[in-house]
């Protein structure tokens, strides 16, 4: 039993004297320093995007997906357009001042409420 334990700590002793030790932390240099600072006040100044966008809508059993243009206008405005094949839209989603508003323009139809997640 004491032979065991004594192979255990050998063995254990052996595995951790052969760790490496990280190397010391260099200082940030100057030129980064000022790029990270770019990088920060361009990241303030964001204020809208517009990009294509793939969604998928799953209710029940049933999805359904959507390609189109997705305009975010910052801090609380949000459009979403499904395009068709041929590049029209055929249903958008807005996202303004609390309020949600999606209009089908295959039916004609829009529904207007509050944007929670409820």
């Avoid at 951790?16 to 200082?27: D, H, I, K, V």
């Avoid at 990088?39 to 100044?45: I, M, Q, V």
């Avoid at 997705?70 to 041929?86: C, I, M, N, T, W």
Wanted: hydrophobic share 45%; glycine share 8%.
């Amino acid at each position: 039993m004491a032979r065991r334990r004594l192979s255990s700590l050998l063995c254990l002793l052996g595995l951790l004297s052969g760790c490496a030790t990280a190397p010391p932390r260099q200082p940030v240099a100057d030129d980064a320093r000022h790029a990270l600072g770019l990088l920060e006040a361009r990241w303030h100044e964001f204020t809208d995007l517009r990009a294509l966008a793939d969604i998928v809508l799953t209710r029940g059993g049933e999805s359904q997906q959507l390609t189109g243009a997705l305009l975010v206008k910052g801090p609380d405005s949000v459009r979403f357009e499904a395009l068709s094949p041929f590049g029209q839209p055929y249903f958008l989603v807005t996202v303004h001042e609390g309020r949600l508003t999606a209009y089908d323009a295959a039916k004609n139809e829009a529904l207007v409420g509050p944007a929670n997640a409820a």
